[in-house]
């Protein structure tokens, strides 16, 4: 009786051992990030998440606390020629332009309407502003979901020729899900608007509404014909960029982050913030230089300008991504 | 061989069978609720959470779906005979008047110094207004974090002399995890101030701050003295309650609710719309009628008044808890 007792005890924690050190072995033998090159960026990411996940490690950070905020535009899908919720807008306007006659001769719809870009932007933000309360306001929030949802499915980038979810890159979400495995919490925080943004965050980044912080309009809710709804106002509520990035994470996460990751100098304030004070933090700027494969901007460009904070990363101690050189692929869609 | 290959084989598997069949016996015997009484009202909540779990059920909801809605006030802890915040923003006056002696004539302020709460109130919801923003305005952020702890740790409820935080009811304490044990993602939706409660959300009810809602002020971003640091303003952003509760939930959430609970009429539009439209929903309303234990309230009571919600509970199908026939205990002190 003791050996058949004892043998079969053996042989199962011999079975235990072996498929535990066949899983240990196979996760530590994956590459969480195949599309990033080895290499000094890499290296630094890896080495901050190990750091803080490390139980005894003095910069050991407890899961409830890694929370991670990353922008959108720019820092997770592209962002050229211009912000692809102006695509959007501008399907929009097109869309409701058989309501509005008055349209015909009021800009900024009229040039919109007529194709001119140049002459739709000339008004600044004031015409912007008018864009927007336009096409994104006087709208059910379920009305504006079903809009953004049918749009995504069938708009193309004017010059890419493919659906914009599309246009997201394979290395970030690959650092979404190494970081998610890693016990962060991960949400965007776009000065895109939050409502827009929800729409396809959850299938395209595994990032569910409830962890997307934007720009928004107020909203009211009412009653109507004994439904209730929640109509947006044509009236910003919150500009989530530049110092409203900060304050937009205060207010809908409400602790700060210890990653942070951005593309230009609207995401100065929240890495600049997120990176200040104690314990172990990491910012990361996504610098465009890759003409090629996707495009090449910084300093000057009317879209994601980035200057001040390429400026500043070295002192800072932000981590600059070498688009072109960093990235093995940059789209999905260029994996073999 | 063949036996010393087969028999150890033979016998892991049944070590395993037995080891889940004593798991899933355990679970299946153990009350998730213990602390509510049988009958229609637990059974209404087990059913619910039973048929929205239940794979293959025509009222299953995917778990990233299964947002949990709840109000703070008189619904996860008392709120007699004033709501906790305002005795908070009242030792604060206290603490803050030897930098104020302007206060010493000036209402609100002059009468709360006297002990005179009738005639600190007298000024309705300006006067109230002032008080939170000298309060919890002009103050940064981390600042105010530290206030609301170190005064959370001291202070006592006027007539019940315990701390305040202890003040919580067990059986939704119960509920919350019940919730969570069932792929729920719990939320806090407070007419309270939002930074208030997420000051202890996590440590007494297991709800981080980034699934606390509430009203809140406007906030700035600033460096001070090379330190960034938000910065509470004395302006209100959100006051989140009535119809302010579902907006609330959509700009922060961003996803409406399928199990809501409240305790007022100020939690009606909140039950309202998470309870209209298709698919599986639960609305639940606390029901103050334990005068021995805790406090009895509904009508007419100037804090927590039910009597819309209350006259439209039936129709409306929401569940009303009777909180001295439903729960064995209220408070986390009162089990033996």
Redesign the interface.
Known sequence: MRF?NV??RL??AG?LLLLSTALISTSAHADPLPSWQDGPTKQAIVDFVDKVTKKGSPDFVPP?ER?ATIDNDGTLWSEQPAYFQLFYAIDRVKELAPKHPEWKTQEPFASILKGDMKGALAGGEKGLLEIVAATHGNIT?EEFNKSVKRWLKTAKHPTKKQPYTTLVFQPMLELLDYLRANGF?T?IVSGGG??FV?VFS?EVYGI?????VGS?LK?????RDG??V?VKLPDI?LIDDK??K??GI??????KPIFVAGNSDGDY?ML??AT??DGPRFGMIVHHTDAEREWAYDRNSPIGKLNKALDDAGKKGWTLVDMKSDWKVVFPSDKQ
């Open positions: 058949v043998f079969p042989v199962c079975l409830n929370i929030t919490k949400f939050i409502d929800r959850e569910p509404p409830e962890q997307v928004s909203a009211r809710y009412e009653v439904k209730p929640l509520y110092e409203g900060p304050v205060h207010q809908i996460i409400g602790r304030q600049e913030w200040a004070g």
